[in-house]
């Protein structure tokens, strides 16, 4: 499928075009990249229960998924690498396939209530090493497995964008049900069919039941 057709003179096609509209970076923000963790970062990763961990396949193909729970979930190892537990989840396992061909990922650290996130690149790799899983136990339950990222870069994101959407800001907050419920969007994504209200209204409970059974 052809992408949106853009007017071929407005393409920005190589970094030497993209860097002549803008101005030079600051050398703060090129200095602030680090290798390694230091009390800063260690300290925003023990306080953060949400990252984004993104993803490529061995074709390029590129993905972005959701990773949450308790502050402190994710565990520092060494000033150079991370422990992170894969949680239950739909079991497409996209994330993970993606870092046996490909071990390049991207983690953005947020923190509710603050505007700064923290972003880590590297590369990662796949354990099942009991030792390292138990670090990672909740209730005496296990991940199957865990991410291990070898961390190559390191820093703190400014605010502008989280003031920009006003992410933290209650009076911004939507109210859920002004969307349709997940089993109502998937439904009507995957049959084309219209909803019987009663099915779906069972379909939106056994959902919350799935979810209180299956957090870990």
């Not at 993209?18 to 970062?41: G, I």
């Not at 996130?117 to 990662?124: E, L, Y």
């Not at 859920?176 to 209200?197: C, K």
């Not at 939106?204 to 209180?212: F, G, H, Q, R, T």
Request: net charge negative; proline share 7%; with cysteine.
């Amino acid at each position: 499928m052809s992408g949106y057709a853009l007017r071929e003179a407005h393409v920005v096609s190589s970094e030497a075009a993209l860097r002549d509209l803008f101005p030079p970076v600051h050398d703060l923000a090129q200095r602030k990249s680090l290798t390694r963790l230091e009390r800063h970062s260690r300290s925003f990763i023990e306080r953060a229960p949400f990252l984004c961990l993104g993803t490529q396949a061995e074709d390029g193909t590129a993905d972005v998924s959701p990773r949450g729970d308790s502050p402190g979930f994710v565990h520092v190892l060494d000033d150079q690498t991370l422990l992170i537990p894969d949680r239950p989840g739909n079991n497409r396992l996209d994330s993970l396939s993606n870092i046996i061909g490909n071990p390049s990922v991207g983690l953005l650290f947020l923190i509710p209530g603050i505007d700064e996130t923290m972003r880590v690149n590297g590369t990662a790799r796949l354990t099942c090493d009991p030792d390292l899983l138990a670090l990672c136990a909740v209730e005496g339950r296990l991940p199957r497995v865990a991410i291990v990222v070898d961390i190559a870069e390191v820093f703190i994101h400014c605010a502008k964008a989280f003031r920009r959407s006003g992410l933290w800001d209650p009076e911004q907050f939507q109210d859920r049900r002004s969307m349709p419920s997940l089993p109502q969007i998937i439904h009507e994504q995957t049959s084309g069919i219209a909803v019987d209200p009663q099915e779906m209204a069972q379909a939106e409970a056994d959902l919350e039941v799935a979810y209180a059974k299956s957090m870990y």
